[in-house]
């Protein structure tokens, strides 16, 4: 059987290429330790190039930055059986602002939005840390402005079971699946932030509460699939971001962990509940793929 990993940056964004490389080449190594036959799209347009390869296979998986992922992931779902987050769900994480304020509505502590002095400046509708930076000045179109915090720098990897889709033959009810906390390393290009890799699994003294609000998190936003949530944890545990896509942290988890990452993203969205997984050690990896054990 097939499987379609249709990854966007390879082709299509030279800027990100080597971090959806990276997660392309782990997924797809995943995938035939399972028995499946991987294809992807060229270098022709995505969309159409989804629509072409996706009948034939038996899953499928878009990796987008994530302003794009709700429009390619309708086009799987219209071919294949999608086992990433749902299109629906996809459109309201990528809007930044939006998300900030469904969270805060359930009692998610999120960034204060500030207008005046230092801040956060970031894109509504942007993907990881691309144009977000700290500065002094009037957001450009299109952007927001969040207060500054400082705190433990982490991502929580979740997968989320059926929720939507098929509902009468997969849905479970099984909660959200947390495979690890990871500790994200930033680095600084003068104002720019840039998100150079992390550490996989990590223990931290809050890892409960950590746990408990990134599960919140994906029943208050109904996310399904592999989910990346970050967070700012000092005095006050902070969602900053929410990822409905595969994420780099991924690279490293799938290196420590005894069962395949694709399994997982399979049962998942078939409604299977997910037992516990097995982690052995702990990894940094970069944003090309590299992955040192410690």
Do not use: W
């Amino acid at each position: 059987m097939k499987v379609l990993l249709a990854e966007y940056t390879l082709h299509h964004d030279p800027e990100l290429a080597p971090e959806g490389e990276a997660m392309l080449k782990t997924l797809k190594r995943s995938f035939e330790h399972l028995g499946y036959e991987v294809v992807s799209p060229g270098d022709g347009d995505f969309g159409n190039e989804i629509e072409r390869l996706a009948p034939d296979c038996r899953y499928g998986l878009v990796i987008a930055p994530d302003h794009l992922l709700a429009e390619f992931t309708r086009r799987m779902e219209g071919s294949t059986h999608n086992v990433g987050t749902d299109s629906t769900n996809a459109a309201v994480c990528a809007n930044k602002r939006l998300t900030g304020r469904l969270l805060a509505e359930h009692g998610i502590d999120v960034p204060q939005e500030v207008s005046s002095g230092m801040r956060v400046i970031k894109p509504i509708r942007g993907s990881g840390s691309v144009n977000v930076r700290i500065a002094d000045e009037e957001p450009c179109e299109g952007e927001f402005g969040q207060e500054i915090l400082t705190g433990d720098l982490l991502s929580v990897s979740v997968i989320g079971s059926r929720v939507v889709g098929d509902a009468c033959s997969f849905y479970s009810g099984a909660p959200p699946f947390i495979l690890a906390i990871n500790r994200q390393m930033i680095g600084k290009n003068g104002s720019r932030i840039i998100y150079c890799g992390g550490e996989t699994p990590v223990d931290h003294p809050r890892a409960e509460e950590i746990k408990e609000i990134a599960k919140k998190v994906l029943t208050t936003l109904g996310c399904q699939g592999y989910i990346g949530i970050d967070m700012i944890v000092g005095d006050r545990i902070t969602v900053i971001d929410v990822n409905p896509r595969i994420t780099t942290s991924m690279i490293g988890i799938a290196e420590v962990m005894e069962e395949e990452i694709a399994d997982l993203l399979i049962k998942a969205s078939e409604g299977v509940e997910l037992e516990p997984v097995h982690l052995k050690g702990t990894v940094t990896f970069d944003t090309h793929g590299g992955i040192t054990r410690q």
